[in-house]
């Protein structure tokens, strides 16, 4: 059974950077994919970063140019590094894990997901 533990989040200034992590464990294979997601009280859920299975990459419009998601295939860790951060940027961090999912050219539809981590705040004052 796949598990994800999602770390980093915190508090920081606007225009501010924080690391977020999310671990894999319980999968034998180094290609899955990785959807970041951020959720506010009172909203709805947004995917804002994803990595392939082929580490194709995908950014929404907002937050391109100032999020970055990698991998460390050994570490089976996915990272999502987010620069010039605002404090439309705050929000509880969730990752979400797909083993169907190679090339990304949106963020996947959410009935591919098979895991999903517990979440991490990300706080941004102005």
């Known amino acids: 059974q796949v598990q994800l533990v999602e770390s980093g989040g915190g508090s920081v200034q606007a225009g501010g950077s924080v690391r977020l992590s999310c671990a894999v464990s319980?999968?034998?294979?180094?290609?899955?994919?990785i959807t970041w997601f951020r959720q506010t009280p009172g909203k709805e859920r947004e995917g804002v970063a994803v990595?392939?299975?082929?580490?194709?990459?995908f950014y929404i419009d907002s937050v391109k140019g100032r999020f970055s998601v990698s991998r460390d295939s050994a570490k089976y860790t996915v990272y999502l590094d987010m620069t010039n951060l605002q404090p439309e940027d705050s929000a509880m961090y969730f990752c979400?894990?797909?083993?169907?999912?190679?090339?990304?050219?949106?963020?996947?539809?959410?009935?591919?997901?098979?895991?999903w981590g517990q979440g991490t705040q990300v706080t941004v004052s102005s």
């Open positions: 979400a894990f797909s083993s169907a999912v190679l090339n990304v050219k949106n963020i996947p539809p959410t009935s591919l997901f098979e895991a």
């Open positions: 990595i392939g299975g082929d580490d194709s990459t």
């Open positions: 319980g999968y034998r294979w180094r290609s899955y994919c």
